[in-house]
């Protein structure tokens, strides 16, 4: 596979400090565009606006998937990227449930790998802060039938980033969601469609307005079990164990979530994955059973979170705004692991050299 490299002397002034989300973007990107029936060799390519005619299919019907991942430098300047070939595992289930063609996993790790040697420059090193890596593909036929296209994108961005929650790494709170249902079995909840995420803003917003971070979400069918909160999978300390909801086909599949039940369980911890009901959560806040929540992935990291509101009634779980125990365990040594801190016994890093 040939990577052709268009250079620029236009080069941007990188921050000095980075800080919140996906807000800045480095000098280059990644391009590779289907059309005849294949992929074509990819280009890295200046940062620039993409071209597009109003009658391009993904304005229209959304066949769109995405990945997010990171790249992180540490003070001696080793760059590392984090089960890079994992997401892009995930982005080839995903494309295949929105029947977009696939995309091999290893060229577009080759891809990612080049394009980060080009931008090492702009990797930060504070703790806390990264290089998001945000590939997505998607479609680009210029007609308006529904079907799936014969001509598609798959592009790479990358995005020097802090913390995802606008007040950093502090607890959250959510809101239990009972009107909205984000995904149900047979949907496209599993995969990283963009349809999910513009089905979960209305209710989003509707929990910001109330002064919540994010929503809880449950299940379509019984509204009894919990899901997910759409940026992050989540996780319960209930009477000692480590609970979460096991993936039932409408539930992503983070790879942060995979991470933490594996980190955990080489600790010793008791993990459950499975059903866990809502009402299960609540009475365990409500007798002190519950002493930590935390939500999990690639943005949010390990996100603590502090407290949760259903109705009229809010559960503070744990110390307002504070990090509990087991949160901030698995932050640091998740970071330390990424970072090159601490040793990999997973074989989940790879230093891009
Ligand atoms: C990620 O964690 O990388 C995601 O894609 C979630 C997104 C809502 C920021």
């Given at each position: 596979m040939q990577i052709e490299f268009i250079k620029t002397n236009d080069l941007k002034q990188k921050p000095e400090t980075v800080s919140g989300f996906g807000k800045i973007f480095t000098d280059y990107m990644y391009v590779r565009e289907y059309a005849d029936g294949s992929w074509h060799d990819g280009k890295i390519v200046p940062f620039d606006a993409l071209e597009l005619l109003p009658c391009s299919s993904v304005l229209h019907y959304g066949q769109a998937v995405f990945e997010g991942l990171k790249a992180y430098k540490n003070n001696n300047g080793e760059v590392r990227l984090f089960r890079a070939r994992d997401n892009f595992k995930r982005m080839a289930t995903s494309c295949d449930r929105l029947c977009i063609p696939p995309i091999d996993s290893d060229e577009a790790y080759n891809a990612l790998y080049e394009l980060i040697n080009i931008e090492r420059d702009w990797i930060p090193t504070e703790r806390g802060t990264s290089l998001y890596v945000r590939p997505f593909v998607f479609a680009c036929d210029e007609s308006l039938g529904v079907h799936a296209a014969k001509n598609y994108k798959f592009i790479i961005i990358l995005s020097p980033s802090g913390a995802y929650y606008s007040h950093g790494f502090a607890p959250v709170s959510l809101k239990v969601e009972r009107?909205?249902?984000?995904a149900s079995k047979g949907g496209t909840g599993a995969y990283k469609v963009v349809g999910n995420y513009a089905a979960s803003i209305k209710a989003g917003d509707a929990a910001n307005k109330l002064g919540y971070d994010q929503v809880l979400w449950l299940d379509a069918i019984e509204r009894k079990y919990v899901e997910e909160v759409g940026s992050m999978n989540i996780f319960f300390v209930l009477d000692g164990k480590v609970v979460t909801p096991e993936l039932n086909g409408s539930i992503l599949p983070g790879i942060t979530r995979d991470s933490v039940i594996k980190l955990l369980k080489s600790k010793g911890y008791d993990v459950q994955e499975r059903r866990v009901a809502i009402d299960e959560v609540l009475d365990g806040a409500a007798n002190g059973k519950l002493t930590e929540i935390f939500g999990t992935g690639t943005a949010a990291v390990i996100s603590p979170v502090d407290m949760l509101g259903d109705g009229d009634k809010k559960y503070v779980i744990g110390e307002r705004g504070k990090a509990g125990k087991i949160s901030a365990m698995l932050f640091d040594t998740l970071t330390d692991i990424q970072t090159g801190a601490?040793?990999?016994?997973?074989?989940?890093v790879t230093e891009v050299k």
């Open positions: 009107e909205y249902v984000r601490a040793k990999d016994g997973f074989g989940w």
